[in-house]
C-alpha cells in the first residue's frame, strides 16, 4: 500500500485545489461576465450540466454520476494493473482520478460542474472548462506519453538478422 500513497496524495490535493478554486469563483466572480485577464484568456464563471463540452447532458445528475463512477473504477483499474516502475504512467491517471471525483464532487452536491476558464479570441472561443478538467487533460496526455516511452524503451533485436 506504501506504493500508492504518493499518488494518493495527489489525487486529494488536486481535489482540494479544484474545490477551492471553484469556491473561490463562485464567491468571488460574477455569472456568465466575462473577467479579462489577458488578451485570449478570460474567467468566466458558468455551469456545465454535462460531461466534457456539456455532451450527455440529457442523461440528468444520476446518470452523469454513474458514468464518472465507471469511468473512474475503470482508471483506477488501469493504474492497479500498471507495473510499479511506471511513474509517469500512475502519476497521469492519479490527475485523471482527482479531476474526475473534483468535478463529480460538484455534479453530486450542485447538480452541475462549474466551468470559468475560457480562452478566446475576438472572433472564436474554446469550450469554458475548470481545473479539474485541466488535471484530466494533462493526465491522460502523460499516461498517453508514457506510453510511447515504454514502446521506446521494448527491447529491440539486435544482430545482423535484426
Given at each position: ?20 478554486v ?49 469511468v ?41 460542474v ?23 487533460s494533462?493526465?491522460?496526455a ?11 524503451r ?5 544482430g545482423?538478422?535484426?
Amino acid at each position: 500500500m506504501k506504493s500508492w500513497s504518493p499518488y494518493a496524495l495527489l489525487v486529494i490535493a488536486a481535489i482540494a485545489l479544484d474545490q477551492w478554486v471553484k469556491y473561490m469563483v463562485e464567491t468571488g466572480l460574477a455569472f456568465q461576465e466575462k473577467f479579462d485577464l489577458v488578451p485570449f484568456l478570460a474567467l468566466y464563471r458558468t455551469y456545465n450540466t454535462g460531461i466534457a463540452f456539456s455532451m450527455f447532458s440529457s442523461f440528468g445528475d444520476t446518470g452523469l454520476v454513474v458514468i464518472a463512477v465507471l469511468v473512474v473504477a475503470f482508471v483506477l483499474y488501469l493504474a492497479a494493473r500498471t507495473p510499479p516502475g511506471h511513474v509517469v504512467a500512475r502519476t497521469g491517471f492519479a490527475l485523471i482520478v482527482g479531476g474526475a471525483l473534483g468535478n463529480l464532487l460538484d455534479r453530486a452536491t450542485y447538480g452541475h460542474v462549474i466551468d470559468y476558464i475560457l480562452f478566446h479570441t475576438p472572433v472564436w472561443s474554446f469550450a469554458v472548462f475548470n481545473l479539474a478538467d485541466a488535471f484530466i487533460s494533462v493526465g491522460a496526455a502523460v499516461v498517453v506519453f508514457d506510453e510511447l516511452i515504454g514502446w521506446r524503451r521494448e527491447v529491440r533485436p539486435q544482430g545482423p538478422d535484426a
